[in-house]
């Protein structure tokens, strides 16, 4: 079964305080990991979306990696204004299946 | 403004009853799809239809049913209402992953 993890739950950084998020996955062939950002109230944000283990791609603070069993969305020196919920998903290569995981929760204080 | 335009934007109903939810996908778009986002199950996969056609089924239960009319509209059909039905439920078009979403419909059954 296609499954998602998300770590942490929540974190709390200051501005400035770079950090890393985790998501762990295990799906039935990779056809695609995707990043987004959810604020309250709101539909999800496409970020980025990563094919291959090696990848990277870049935006602004954030920069997302991915390898064959995880990703990692790193924030470089956040600002208040990064404050949300980032979710990750994956879309398995097998079935139509498109799993997202329980999303982490950012805050980033003045 | 995402361009993708979800109606009602709350929605109060009782047990039991049934409700539609609407939704206008982005100029151009032909694929729309339909989540749920509750807090204990996060961001769910529900359907997907492509001009007119289902294309991917996720985790829809049977009272659950959706279509997409021919100016690409799409309804999502919800019957025999449950408490844990509440959550809310978002509307995307555009390719699978990189779609847009709509700001949702906050269903809460009392």
């Known amino acids: 079964e296609d499954q998602v993890t998300q770590s942490p739950e929540a974190l709390r950084l200051q501005e400035g305080e770079s950090s890393s998020l985790n998501c762990s996955y295990t799906v039935s062939g990779l056809r695609g990991l995707f990043w987004y950002r959810q604020d309250p109230g709101k539909g999800p944000e496409f970020l980025f979306t990563?094919?291959?283990a090696g990848e990277e791609k870049e935006k602004e603070r954030l920069k997302a990696t991915l390898t064959k069993k995880e990703s990692f969305l790193h924030i470089t020196a956040p600002k208040p204004e990064d404050s949300a919920t980032y979710l990750c998903?994956?879309?398995?290569?097998?079935?139509?299946?498109?799993?997202f995981g329980p999303g982490t929760r950012l805050s980033v204080l003045p | 403004d995402s361009g993708v335009t979800q109606t009602p934007k709350h929605l109060i109903t009782a047990t039991g009853q049934r409700v539609t939810l609407r939704c206008s996908p982005r100029?151009?778009?032909?694929?729309v799809y339909w989540y749920q986002q509750s807090l204990d199950q996060g961001l769910q996969f529900l359907i997907q239809y492509y001009n007119g056609e289902e294309r991917a089924k996720g985790n829809i239960l049977e009272r659950f049913s959706a279509q997409q009319f021919p100016d690409l509209h799409s309804e999502l059909n919800l019957s025999s209402l449950e408490l844990g039905d509440s959550a809310l439920y978002f509307c995307a078009s555009g390719p699978k992953g990189f779609s847009t979403f709509g700001s949702g419909t906050r269903l809460t059954v009392v």
């Open positions: 990563l094919y291959s």
């Open positions: 100029s151009g778009d032909l694929s």
């Open positions: 998903a994956v879309h398995a290569r097998y079935g139509q299946n498109f799993v």
